[in-house]
């Protein structure tokens, strides 16, 4: 997701979900199994700034606008398939 080549983690997408609605993303575990306590939040927006996608805590970069809409509108589409288990 973010330009430096290398994955987010599930805290960071968490983050930035949390500016739009905070509700669950579709195939990803729910936000409420992954219990993040304040500092492992503190500590993915350290890695989002890191990242370039924050200027600092309170602050999104142009890229982290163009990130943060990409999961917006992944939010909004609905999933083309689901693979269901026997």
Do not use: C, H, W
Request: aromatic share 8%.
């Amino acid at each position: 997701m973010s330009g430096n080549g290398d994955n987010m983690t599930l805290q960071e997408i968490y983050v930035l979900n949390s500016v739009l609605d905070g509700k669950n993303i579709y195939s990803l575990p729910l936000l409420s199994t992954l219990n993040m306590p304040q500092p492992l939040y503190d500590m993915a927006k350290t890695q989002l700034v890191k990242r370039k996608l924050l200027k600092d805590y309170n602050e999104f970069t142009d890229e982290g606008i163009l990130v943060t809409k990409r999961l917006k509108d992944y939010k909004a589409s609905s999933p083309t398939f689901a693979v269901m288990k026997p």
